[in-house]
């Protein structure tokens, strides 16, 4: 059978919110899992990389933090992938860091290595996936729930590379880190153009004089700014 050993229980002091529930407690396991909860006992699972096998090896690391340079990292990176989702506005207030080392190491196995991150402000909430070493040719990744007694298995097409995920750590996904995935957790993902960090008025505004200057109309002097 295999040894998915008692998880780590991290207490989260900010709430997440995914599908309209508010999630506060977290649990991460050494099969590669990070389950968020709630107090109706829903969950939302993300798979980061969940194997069958011996884990007597593995070792997982697991801690909220509101460090603020961690904080700016984590930002920052978010925005690479979703472009003015954060700033210092509507930046995160804290991280969850779930940190798997020896991952399935065994006889000639020599261990995965990879990481989890999740940044919210309480209104957003982003995902980092960082795959640093993976020494298995397939897993489980993606997302699962079970909210409202509604079960919706993993599915593995949420990550790019699908099951094949020894290559993951080689691959630019949308980070210029190699191994990195950024991935939105929200029910529906956020607008740019009602976010704090962004206004779509100057485009707007740019898009109405380019208009009007095909169209050879006389255009207002705020067009020349």
């Not at 990070?34 to 697991?62: C, E, H, M, P, W």
């Not at 960090?197 to 208009?211: D, I, T």
Request: glycine residues 6%.
């Amino acid at each position: 059978m295999p040894n998915i050993a008692t998880p780590k229980l991290v207490a989260i002091k900010k709430s997440y919110h995914y599908h309209s529930s508010c999630y506060k407690q977290c649990m991460v396991f050494r099969n590669g899992n990070l389950r968020l909860y709630n107090d109706d006992d829903d969950f939302i699972n993300l798979n980061v990389l969940q194997s069958g096998g011996t884990f007597s090896n593995t070792k997982t690391y697991a801690r909220t933090t509101a460090d603020p340079g961690l904080i700016q990292r984590a930002m920052d990176q978010i925005n690479e992938g979703f472009p003015n989702t954060f700033c210092s506005a509507s930046s995160p207030t804290q991280l969850i860091i779930a940190t798997w080392i020896d991952y399935l190491k065994a006889g000639l196995n020599q261990g995965s290595n990879f990481q989890a991150i999740i940044a919210t402000n309480g209104n957003n909430t982003f995902g980092i996936a960082l795959y640093v070493d993976v020494s298995i040719t397939s897993a489980t990744t993606g997302i699962g729930s079970y909210v409202n007694d509604v079960d919706v298995p993993s599915d593995p097409s949420f990550f790019p590379f699908n099951t094949t995920v020894m290559d993951a750590p080689t691959m630019m996904l949308n980070s210029n880190i190699p191994g990195t995935y950024i991935f939105s957790l929200n029910a529906i993902p956020p607008d740019p153009c009602s976010s704090v960090c962004y206004s779509c008025k100057p485009r707007l505004v740019q898009l109405a004089c380019e208009a009007m200057r095909i169209n050879g109309e006389d255009v207002p002097a705020s067009c020349n700014n």
